[in-house]
């Protein structure tokens, strides 16, 4: 039981997931697969990640650069999307910079709970509105979000700094930028996790807030690092018993890997109610564009990404 | 005797620290169960338990104590409490403790405190150590376990009495009662309007009071601030003492081992001392032990065997993959590796399993009522 994740007409994905599940590699899997069914695809990662190695990429820079004809990425920078922000109101450069190295506005930033997040988003909002000559500059955006401890920040700013500022050019940002959000038209989350059992409760907990609460578009998780089943129960029955050969020691864990993955697996269907996307597990972890493959194949099969 | 079971049946405090993912939280509940069943009366303090540990340690709501029931696994004199960590009510009853109960309220019914009290750096860190000293000097407890909290960094919660100290003794707080003085001394009375009136330009561009909410509260939280420096740094002390033992959890993993590479080098700055690591997840033995070139297995079907071989060589492969990463961590931490844990199939659902684990840990020990087992063996 398959799930397909229909990237119809929607231009933001956003990628999210327990630190350490493959969120990343996830993320940059799915801009190849979508570049190369020709959608001129902008992969973003916040912070300093991962990202560049995976797409081919020497470094990734606060301005898009473009590594192939239908694929560009780009870093935000939560502090340098709060300088530009600071710049932009105080228009007195050096001011805003002494401010900026300030503690005191450094906790006000933490005080402002959702500030440097709703920046982030702000970023991607203009990215996703740029035009050139009339048509969007970028189809899609995979946004590679922060590990869900920080994404559900990330995710639920523009409703918890709406609490805070009901009028004003802020709060007409909020409303901009929930709006994104929640636009199933245009926003598609996707959850990632890896069929253990500690990844899968904490998919299952974000899921339910964000589909809950959030009320976000959300598409069906994707399971990376699905080991494969090397042995048909019949095998299992011919060598399974005593016996401390090292080839049935390995055969043994692959078995009892499997399983546990299969009823990991099994329980995040039931909790969600819902098919998922399979990703298999990579014997060597992926590092470069071409070990990516089986991945983007995988995500470009399940979205239904003519090549 | 391996450091780490010496202060096990000796110290006061057990930190386990390591990048989220590697199992940290079921090496800590495994280490105090140990411990317990060695006869020490011990606590463990949880952060964020799977739902499974939870279970077993019988944690439901609230932050405990729940007596864990060792019954059946030949407990001596000692016992285990298990306690989860609740930022908010430990920051709570710090503020209670130390301040005026007129203070209190103020503090406590303050809007920006709340938001802070979660969100402001290093707060749930401290906290976890507060809670942490606490037990050890009050709770009557021979030894506290502790899980410290999925930080970026785990390394901000042992640094965090540091950085609330640096904190409060910083200018912050004058800055925050009276912002202009982040201006040059004597700075002209221009640049105090301009400020003045950009720091209020902001307040009113976003819409948010925070500016002056942010003094109210520090206003007030600074009439406690000598009480609370003693208590930082009493709490300092215990974390720096001979007690205190520092265990790193690893998974041999290159994900997890790179940012627990990262998490090494920062503890190095904080200037506390790791004890031992413990790597967990590892893979069967038999697959560092043996050569390659095993002999083949007979009696199967050729084409059985040949899928066998293959699974043997690839997870050989992996094996070695994970001991190649490892090696410069545990270079890097320049501590011993004292003990490893196989990779289980699913976290621990008994008390059996987090015993099993100590058996793994300290298989010289005499447990005769637990069996060390891991994910295929």
Known sequence: MAARLSLGSQRLVIVTGKGGVGKTTVAAALARAASAAGRRTLAVEVGNGRLAPLLGADTLASEPVRIAPTLSAARIEPEDALADFVDGVLRFRLLSRRLLGSTSFQILAAAAPGLTELLVLNKVHAWLEARRLRRPLYDLIVLDAPASGHSLPLLSAPRTLGAFARLGPIAELLRTLGGMLADRSTTLVLLVTTPEELAVRETIELHAELAGRERLPLGPPIVNAMPERRFSPRDVELFDGPGDHPWLIAARFLVERRREAESQLGALRRELGSAVVRLPFLWTPPDDPASLEPLAEGLATAAGLAA | ?377
């Open chain 2, 1 to 377: 005797m391996t450091p780490l079971r010496r202060t096990l049946e000796e110290g006061r405090i057990v930190l386990c620290v390591g990048h989220g993912g590697v199992g940290k939280t079921t090496i800590t509940a495994a280490l105090a169960t140990w411990a317990a069943r060695r006869g020490r009366r011990t606590a463990v303090l949880t952060v964020d338990p799977a739902q499974r540990l939870k279970d077993t340690l019988g944690l439901g709501r609230g932050d405990g104590p729940r007596r864990v029931s060792l019954g059946g696994l030949g407990a001596r004199a000692g016992h285990l409490d298990a306690y989860l960590l609740d930022v908010k009510r430990t920051f709570d009853e710090l503020i209670v403790a130390l301040a005026a109960p007129e203070q209190a309220r103020t503090i406590l019914e303050n809007r920006l405190y709340q938001n802070l009290s979660g969100s402001l750096a290093g707060t749930a860190e401290y906290m976890a150590v507060e809670r942490v000293y606490r037990l050890a000097h009050e709770g009557g407890y021979d030894l506290v376990v502790v899980d410290t909290p999925p930080a970026r960094h785990a390394v901000d919660f042992l640094d965090a009495p540091r950085r609330l100290l640096a904190l409060l003794e910083s200018r912050v707080f004058g800055i925050l009662k009276d912002p202009t003085t982040i201006l040059p001394a004597g700075g002209s009375r221009l640049a105090r309007f301009v400020l003045d009136a950009v720091l209020s330009g902001l307040e009113r561009f976003t819409g948010i009071g925070l500016v002056r909410e942010v003094g109210d509260f520090v206003r007030a939280i600074d009439t406690l601030s000598g009480a609370l420096t003693a208590r930082i740094r009493a709490v300092q002390a215990t974390l720096a003492g001979a007690g205190t033992s520092l265990v790193l959890v690893a998974a041999p993993e290159p994900r997890l081992v790179s940012e627990t590479g990262e998490l090494v080098e920062a503890l190095g700055r904080t200037g506390l001392r790791i004890g031992g690591i413990v790597v967990n997840r590892s893979l069967p033995r038999a697959l560092f032990e043996h050569p390659a070139d095993v002999t083949p297995l007979d009696g199967l079907p050729p084409a059985l065997t040949a899928r066998l071989r293959r699974g043997y060589e690839d997870m050989q492969a992996l094996a070695a993959r994970q001991e190649a990463v490892l090696a410069p961590l545990v270079a890097k931490a320049k501590a011993p590796v004292v003990g490893r844990v196989p990779l289980m199939a699913a976290g621990p659902g008994s008390l059996a399993e987090l015993a099993a684990i100590g058996a793994h840990l300290f298989p010289e020990a005499d447990e005769p009522a637990v069996r060390a087992r891991g994910l295929g063996q």
